[in-house]
């Protein structure tokens, strides 16, 4: 079993394929958690138990964990959400050549799945394609405006956008079943062409929330005919209750609507 197996198994069991990213902003942690002991922990902690019923997945950003406390504080975020019974999937973006590569990949001892950067080319991605229970999301067309700065460059020998390149390249680097591509909800028309590149892989599709992707597109195709792939929102869950005192129970429901929200679509 890999990890989109296990995946379409956790969308199953929960009838939803939201994804929900755990980015515990230091400067916005209600003040129930800001002054506890390692306090992205607790804030993590809580929200998952309010959301869990409702996430295939759960997505923590390396970037909101990169001090001492940080990492100890992402290391019991995925213990945790492993007792639910949640995959997670380590957002890093990471890629590098040789040993820093392959010390990078040493990330998916803990994690279920990562994302990485094409850039570098097949040998940079190799140790974490390598292995074979994990899953490796590659970028391909970022749900950020600037990201057509480079994305959507075309490329004449090939006829086609880099984005639609990538995502054929990802598709001929799936040989373990492991490879899916992240492809945001805020460009709808280049997301249909990544999936007639792209089949077979499974999509993570961020901007559905405070990006304001559109959520239709995201689930017709993001998913593959199987139905498995995800869609992320951050903000707009974890802080939906942000000047509430039920801060969790706020983000439970933030989560629970956009569930039924994409199921209307599914």
């Known amino acids: 079993m890999g990890f989109f197996d296990d995946l379409a198994d956790r969308i199953d069991e929960t009838n939803s394929v939201v994804c929900v990213g755990l980015d515990p902003d230091l400067d916005r942690l209600p003040d129930d958690v800001r002054d506890a002991d390692f ?31 940080g990492w100890t ?26 040993n820093t590569a392959r010390q990078y990949a040493r990330a998916l001892d803990r994690a ?15 140790p974490f394609l390598s292995r074979e229970d994990k899953g490796v999301i590659v970028l391909c067309r970022t749900s950020n405006p600037g990201g057509k700065d480079f994305q959507n460059l075309e490329l004449a020998s090939y006829d086609e956008y880099l984005y639609e390149h990538v995502a054929r390249r990802a598709s001929e680097w799936n040989e373990h079943g492991n490879v899916g591509l992240v492809v945001g909800a805020t460009a709808p028309e280049e997301l249909e062409t990544v999936r007639e590149r792209a089949p077979d ?35 707009g869950i974890i802080f939906a209750g942000e000047d509430s005192p039920n801060w969790a129970g706020a983000a439970g429901d933030a989560a629970r609507k956009l569930k039924k929200r994409l199921n209307e679509y599914r």
């Open 112 to 126: 279920d799945a990562i994302t990485v950067n094409p850039y570098l080319g097949r040998d940079s991605l190799q």
């Open 201 to 235: 892989l499974p999509f993570l599709v961020p901007g559905v929330g405070a990006q304001g992707g559109d959520a239709e597109a995201a689930v017709e195709h993001g998913l593959t005919d199987a139905g498995v792939g995800v869609v992320n929102s951050t903000r």
């Open 39 to 69: 306090p992205r922990w607790q804030f993590n902690r809580r929200i998952i138990d309010a959301t869990h019923e409702h996430a295939a997945c759960y997505k923590p950003n390396a970037a909101f964990y990169e001090d001492p406390d």
């Open 73 to 98: 504080s992402l290391v019991e975020t995925i213990a945790y959400a492993h007792g639910k019974g949640v995959p997670v999937i380590l957002d890093a973006k990471r890629a590098d050549i040789g």
